[in-house]
């Protein structure tokens, strides 16, 4: 690694290297001659940028891209966030941060290249808020499934899904006498905890059912049939900008709603959906697929029709995947153009 030179005017690109501590710089002037290759402590990183001239910055798409991202285009530099997807070919030989900084540089200027939107913090919140959710409902289902399965021990059955558990639970609490003390006492903790978990949940959800119903995006987005205040919410904190899409279809492609390639030779060959991408948006659309085809019978709408008509001749869950991709461009098309749904 060479020393950081005490003239850097010349530079006009950099590779960034992102990590907790340690961060590695990859600079090159406007010919792409390679002027410094230097490992940086966090606490120098920003001391640093300031002290270059205006210069476009490549990083990969991680966790704490966003923030570095607003940090530095506040000292007035073009930040570029690449999907990590794109930077692994350009890496040599061995992967160290040294190649993979110049591997980020190779990346940031080819043709073609779709880099992601530096997120807001508004938007970051939002999305926490979600995965916030996520967590406490998987931390709930284990906890469901503890119940049933300890009860079940003594001798205690209950049937399958929440309803059926949270009413041992109810007994657990209201000291049922066919439920031993100590099993009681062994089995309170998880009964407080569930408790606990539903009351941030419900708070949770009422936080997003407020912010979709302020928000202009997400109040249109929930015209359309099966996208309701969660995904509405989700959608328009993850997509600032639709105009980054080429269209519908690449939206689509960008939540892995479109089927996997293995096309040679001028023969096409499609296989299932590729499930690239974004996975959260890509589920909470696969769930309201399922609920508009649930009640699909009792709306004549051309959306339901077209649904019904597929129901007739693929099975269930490929209809949903099918209704799912349509959804997504449907909501695609409400963003790019500020309308809103409309059945006929």
């Known amino acids: 690694m060479s020393k950081i030179p005490t003239d850097l005017s010349l530079v006009a ?36 940028f300031a002290s270059l001239p205006p210069c476009t910055v490549g990083m990969e798409a991680c966790g704490s891209a966003h923030y570095w991202g607003r940090e530095l285009e506040a000292q007035g530099h073009t930040v570029k966030l690449i999907p990590p997807i794109y930077v692994k070919p350009f890496v040599r030989r061995q992967k160290n ?19 992601v939107p530096i997120r807001s913090v508004a938007s970051q919140a939002a999305l926490m808020r979600h995965k916030t959710r996520e967590m406490l409902i998987g931390q709930r289902t284990q906890l469901l499934n503890g119940l049933r399965s300890h009860l079940s021990e003594v001798g205690i059955i ?6 059926h558990t949270r ?7 209201d000291g ?15 009964v407080t905890q569930l408790a606990h978990i539903d009351e941030a ?22 015209t359309i049939p099966g ?6 919410d989700a959608i328009a904190a993850t997509i600032e900008d639709p105009s980054q899409f080429g269209g519908p279809r690449e939206f689509a492609a960008f939540l892995g709603l479109v089927p996997r390639q293995h096309s040679s030779g001028g023969k096409a060959r499609l296989g299932r959906i590729s499930r690239m991408g974004n996975g959260y948006l890509r ?18 709408d051309p959306l339901r029709t077209w649904a019904r008509k597929l129901l007739g001749t693929k099975p269930p869950n490929v209809v949903a995947v099918a209704l799912a991709n349509k959804l997504a461009r449907m909501a695609f098309a409400l963003m790019r153009d500020n309308s809103r749904y409309a059945a006929a």
């Open 13 to 48: 690109s950099v590779g960034l290297d992102l990590a907790k501590h340690v961060f590695h710089v990859h600079a090159a002037d406007a010919d792409g001659k390679v002027i410094l290759s230097k490992a940086l402590r966090r606490q120098k990183l920003a001391a640093f």
């Open 97 to 115: 941060d040294a190649n993979y900084a110049a591997a980020i540089h190779e990346a940031l200027f080819r043709p073609g290249l779709r880099f």
């Open 158 to 163: 209950a049937g399958q899904g929440p309803q």
């Open 167 to 173: 009413a041992l639970a109810a007994l657990i609490r």
């Open 176 to 190: 049922e006498p066919t439920i031993p003390d100590p099993v009681r006492m062994s089995l309170m903790p998880l």
């Open 201 to 222: 949940l419900n708070t949770i959800d009422a936080e997003i059912a407020r912010a979709a119903g302020a928000h202009p995006v997400a109040s249109r987005l929930m």
């Open 227 to 232: 996208i309701g205040r969660i995904t509405a």
């Open 283 to 300: 589920k909470l659309l696969f769930v309201g697929a399922h609920a508009v085809l649930r009640f699909q019978a009792k709306h004549e």
